[in-house]
């Protein structure tokens, strides 16, 4: 899957519409020109950049959201107490206000373009096109919740998309449409949160062989950790310790007699047979082995990043990162826009979104407009609503300094501190502790 284009309106701190365009310039028309592919026409690399607060992170999570909607709303959201939104909050009216989301992409060789929008009721509006010789309507669902041109799926409730509800019940129009969307992107979150839960995941997928351990290994040695081998290391939860836990979690209640059979035994019986998985580390031939917490984090942060990248690259997916570069080294974060911006080693078109502070990856928008079309930034206005712009925008010329050019805030897109009021703090503590 590829993507071309996500816009989206009144979500988080972006209250105006904004889009995230990844198609380049070359293409004008609603199909490849004869000769190329889909594949030349998309960017392989887009990297978002701005101050801290200034939203750039709002650009991924409205991405998130939208997917989470798809991927949900006729399941798990069902549940929620209220319908979820996150609408700019500053101006009282956006609370209500419509939000809109829509994205534009390519799987099996066909352009789709999917939107939804949405109030504090649920969905408002909703619909799906494909390209043939011209736009054709797959499918269009209005705010009562009905919905002409899906096969048994002539009405939805209010707080689920027509398209998530068809994907539950099989409906074979839309729904490998809607696994396309479920497994075509990959969103990484900054944090030792997202780290640890990545490296729970790689040593399940090492033991149940979804993952060779090969790639971990070379992974590891292609940012010089000194790691020379990893191993899976297994752990049953000891079976006092399942009971005690399955007490804990279904508790016996007052209407249960004394001399009833414990109702916590089954789920006992099922934590016992819980297996504990944790990744080992070798460095050179003769040392001992050292757990993940034992390796610096940066290590850590490249493997939970690094097997991401391989997956993205051999499936053909959307790789969307927040902070590319927190706790790597500038080379490796280099490194891996180098491997997707690289068609010898992207064979399968896979795209990287990013955030980031680096400087050092701006240099990728040197050079001709194409180059440019992949740079973005995001300006948080004085109204604390948040724009997102392009490179491509701006007069330059090819061999411009775009990071020196960027730093001196010809772009904007940069804080503007005020170093001076240091002095206000200090003088302030000096009087207290005088």
């Known amino acids: 899957m590829h993507l071309l284009r996500f816009t989206f309106e009144n979500h988080r701190s972006f209250r105006d519409e904004a889009t995230l365009d990844l198609a380049r310039s070359t293409l004008s028309t609603l199909r490849p020109p004869k000769g190329t592919t889909w594949v030349d026409h ?142 075509g992107f990959d969103l990484y979150h900054v944090g030792d949160g997202e780290v640890s839960a990545r490296l729970d995941r790689i040593a399940d997928q090492l033991q149940e062989r979804a993952l060779s351990l090969d790639v971990l290994v070379t992974l590891a040695q292609i940012a010089d950790t000194g790691i020379t081998d990893i191993e899976v290391e297994e752990r049953a939860i000891p079976p006092q310790f399942a009971r005690l836990l399955a007490q804990m979690i279904t508790p016996p209640t007052d209407a249960e007699q004394e001399d009833t059979p414990d109702s916590s035994s089954d789920e006992a019986k099922h934590l016992s047979n819980f297996i504990a998985r944790n990744l080992l580390f070798r460095h050179g031939t003769e040392s001992g082995r050292l757990r993940h917490s034992d390796e610096s984090t940066g290590t850590m942060a490249w493997l939970a990043l690094g097997t991401a990248v391989v997956s993205a690259l051999r499936h053909g997916r959307v790789l969307v990162v927040d902070e590319l570069g927190a706790s790597l080294h500038p080379q490796l974060s280099r490194l891996i826009v ?97």
């Not at 896979?350 to 300006?379: C, N, Y």
């Open 338 to 434: 180098d491997w997707f911006d690289d068609p010898e080693i992207n064979t399968t078109g896979a795209q990287l979104i990013f955030t980031s502070h680096d400087m050092t990856l701006l240099d990728a928008g040197r050079g001709d407009r194409d180059k440019r079309e992949q740079v973005w930034f995001v300006e948080k206005g004085a109204d604390g609503a948040s724009e997102l712009f392009n490179l491509a925008d701006f007069p330059l010329q090819k061999g411009s300094n775009i990071v020196k050019q960027y730093l001196e805030g010809r772009f904007g897109g940069v804080p503007y501190t005020v170093p001076s009021l240091i002095h206000t703090l200090l003088n302030t503590r000096a009087e207290e502790k005088e």
């Open 42 to 183: 998309i960017h392989h690399v887009d990297g978002i950049y701005g101050a801290n607060a200034s939203g750039k992170t709002n650009v991924l999570d409205a991405l998130h959201y939208m997917l989470g909607a798809i991927g949900s709303s006729a399941t798990s959201w069902l549940e929620k107490p209220q319908f979820p939104r996150a609408p700019f909050a500053l101006i009282p009216g956006q609370m209500t206000a419509p939000a809109t989301f829509e994205l534009e992409f390519i799987f099996s060789g066909k352009r789709y373009a999917y939107r939804f929008a949405t109030d504090t009721n649920g969905v408002t509006e909703e619909s799906l096109h494909v390209v043939s010789t011209r736009w054709k309507q797959v499918f269009v669902r209005n705010a009562d919740g009905r919905v002409k041109g899906l096969g048994g799926v002539s009405k939805v409730a209010q707080r689920e998309l027509a398209l998530s509800r068809a994907a539950q019940l099989g409906n074979t129009t839309v729904t490998p449409v809607w696994e396309a969307l479920m497994r």
